[in-house]
């Protein structure tokens, strides 16, 4: 025990204050000790990024913090603490003020809640994060070069490199954090400012949801001012990031995870809302019916197990008429295949009559010119051909817009196909698998009030339409 820096009664601005901390951050430069003890961590300063700073400053002098309440006082703490102050400011204007933040509009200059992985510096400048920025990095890495996806990494995170937490009242990452850091163009050294803007005027969504409703700008009109800070990421990085990210929304329709099976799947049919999980009553209800009660919406309560059952045993009553259709979409792959050849055929023929038509008028234009007919006949004949040549035209167009359904019908069909295929090997008893299989293809399940259900399916049923 080296020295005690108390400031008995005395909030955390004071020069008092200041007057131990100043003692205590010499003291800690001059190597007297290893080790500060603190009650917690909001004894070191009112204000949170400033206690943060005071345990930096320590840190840096080798000096390890240790607080009654929170425990050691590591990076990983730090981190939380950041970024839970960072999500309470972005949520409450009149805590930017009490950070003193300059919150007025200045292009260059950045204001609000620096991006993860960037520390702000005044005037509005982003600064790479000592521990954060590796993240970022790493999350870019993890998804663009090992190929996992957003929910792989947050788990990665959460148990391969402990607990950094992303979100207020959360201890862990979460996909939705890890995808808001991969859509982030901060990270490629722009400024982008102007993303979205505050209604005022809705004051009946502040009253049901306690803030402000924002309002997505178009991304055309976004301010950005390129090369504005230093970039964790390449711009090359950042757009192959953007690209995957669309290729895979594409290819999966919508987020699984660790969630409940039929989340984003099962909606309300009476009031449109997805219906929620509810875990103590291992059933799905309105979630409309649970944020206002029975004002709104009734509960549509079903089990998720009687759910689960219902919508197998559609899916293996479709498996066996798939099956039985087989032979069918094979039929009619055939056929889409013959009408298409016989299309081709026949466009190939036409543009061949096309092209003899235009040599024809070539050749009456020279005849014309040499004197060998005379206008009028030049004019009757060359209108003769040119209206015969419109007509081959539009035909030839309908052909092609012909082909090119076919040629849909055909790849359609394919691809149901394969869809019934995967199906039909996959074994539903485990779960994993089993939300795939639904996610990918049930549209949505429709839940009515007496417990009765609609599915609709994400592929058409090319049979339906081509039969
Ligand atoms: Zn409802």
């Given at each position: ?138 999350i870019?890495?993890l998804y663009?070069?090992?190929g996992m996806g957003v929910q792989a990494i947050a788990n990665h995170l959460n ?7 992303s979100r207020?009242?959360s201890?862990k990452w979460h996909d939705s954090s890890i995808r808001l850091i991969l859509t982030n ?56 990031v953007q690209e995957k990210m669309k290729q895979k929304a594409a290819r999966m329709f919508r987020g699984r995870g660790r969630k409940s099976l039929f989340a984003r799947v099962a909606f ?5 809302a997805g219906m929620n999980f ?6 799905y209800?309105?979630a ?143 779960e994993e698998i089993l939300r795939d299989m639904i996610h990918k293809m049930i549209n949505c399940v ?12 994400n ?9």
């Amino acid at each position: 025990m080296v020295d005690v820096y108390a400031d008995e009664g005395i909030t955390g601005r004071s020069m008092a204050r200041r007057e131990s901390l100043k003692r205590l951050i010499h003291d800690a430069e001059k190597g007297l000790f290893d080790v500060v003890l603190i009650k917690a961590l909001s004894r070191l300063s009112r204000d949170t990024p400033d206690s943060i700073n005071i345990v930096r400053t320590l840190h840096s002098h080798k000096v390890e913090v240790f607080s009654s309440r929170e425990g050691m006082i590591d990076d990983e703490l730090i981190l939380s603490v950041i970024s839970a102050v960072n999500q309470r400011q972005s949520e409450d204007t009149s805590y930017n003020i009490s950070w003193g933040i300059a919150v007025k509009s200045k292009e260059g200059i950045f204001h609000g809640t620096p991006p993860i992985g960037y520390d702000k510096v005044k005037p509005g400048k982003l600064v790479p994060s000592v521990v954060h920025a590796p993240t970022v990095q790493l999350i870019f890495d993890l998804y663009l070069n090992i190929g996992m996806g957003v929910q792989a990494i947050a788990n990665h995170l959460n148990d391969e490199l402990g607990v950094l937490p992303s979100r207020k009242n959360s201890k862990k990452w979460h996909d939705s954090s890890i995808r808001l850091i991969l859509t982030n163009r901060h990270y490629t050294g722009d400024l982008v400012q102007g993303r979205s803007k505050v209604d005022s005027k809705d004051k009946k969504f502040l009253q049901d949801n306690g803030y402000k409703k924002r309002h997505k700008i178009d991304e055309s009109e976004w301010i950005v001012v390129p090369n504005h800070h230093e970039p964790l990421v390449t711009r090359e990085q950042f757009e192959a990031v953007q690209e995957k990210m669309k290729q895979k929304a594409a290819r999966m329709f919508r987020g699984r995870g660790r969630k409940s099976l039929f989340a984003r799947v099962a909606f309300c049919v009476d009031c449109g809302a997805g219906m929620n999980f509810r875990n103590d009553r291992k059933s799905y209800v309105c979630a409309t019916y649970q944020k206002n009660t029975s004002k709104k919406c009734s509960s549509h309560i079903i089990k998720h197990d009687a759910l689960k059952q219902v919508v197998l045993s559609h899916l293996k009553d479709l498996l066996e008429n798939s099956l039985n259709m087989k032979s069918l979409v094979d039929v009619t792959i055939q056929r889409a295949g013959i009408k298409k050849n016989n299309a081709v055929k026949e466009l190939e023929k036409l543009q061949r009559e096309i092209s003899k038509l235009d040599k024809e008028l070539v050749q009456l234009t020279r005849k014309w010119t040499s004197g060998d007919i005379d206008t009028d006949m030049f004019n009757a004949c060359s209108v003769a051909v040119k209206n015969e040549r419109q007509a081959l035209e539009e035909r030839a167009a309908r052909l092609q817009t012909e082909i090119a359904h076919e040629h849909d019908t055909e790849s359609r069909v394919s691809a149901f196909k394969a869809e019934l295929m995967k199906f039909a090997s996959l074994d539903v008893s485990n779960e994993e698998i089993l939300r795939d299989m639904i996610h990918k293809m049930i549209n949505c399940v429709d839940v009515h009030e007496d417990g009765s259900i609609e599915i609709s399916y994400n592929f058409q049923n090319p049979l339906k339409q081509e039969a």
